[in-house]
């Protein structure tokens, strides 16, 4: 069992940039795939950045350029760094992994938020002001 506990969110303005930590409860070999994905009231989960066993990333379009997604080297933190914030990336964060994946970044981004994906944390909360 792995618990995935977010920290970093909060609110800014326009412009701003907010950095997101998950910190993980072991670490997260070579056969997990990890990312974040984000929702906001009303509307669907979104796989905003992933990182396969590889370590190659992928990122969404709508975040592309402007966030950035990495880990330490023991594995056991991820983070999401969002530089350029617009009010449409305002959503609840999340964090997840998944075990014995071998799903390429750019797969793990749309799988993420689906039920079956192995572990989720709670969230972090970003608010971006006009």
């Known amino acids: 069992q792995v618990k995935l506990v977010e920290s970093g969110g909060g609110s800014v303005q326009a412009g701003g940039s907010l950095k997101l930590s998950c910190i993980a409860s072991?670490?997260?070999?070579?056969?997990?795939?990890v990312g974040w994905f984000r929702q906001a009231p009303g509307k669907e989960r979104e796989g905003v950045a992933a990182?396969?066993?590889?370590?190659?990333?992928a990122s969404a379009n709508s975040v592309k350029g402007r966030f950035t997604v990495s880990r330490n080297n023991h594995r056991t933190t991820l983070y999401l760094q969002m530089n350029s914030l617009k009010p449409e990336d305002s959503a609840m964060y999340h964090c997840?992994?998944?075990?014995?994946?071998?799903?390429?970044?750019?797969?793990?981004?749309?799988?993420?938020?689906?039920?079956?994906?192995?572990?989720w944390g709670q969230g972090t909360q970003v608010t971006v002001s006009s």
């Open positions: 997840a992994a998944q075990p014995g994946c071998h799903l390429k970044a750019i797969q793990i981004l749309r799988e993420m938020t689906k039920e079956w994906f192995g572990y």
């Open positions: 990182i396969d066993g590889d370590g190659n990333t």
């Open positions: 072991q670490p997260l070999y070579t056969d997990y795939c």
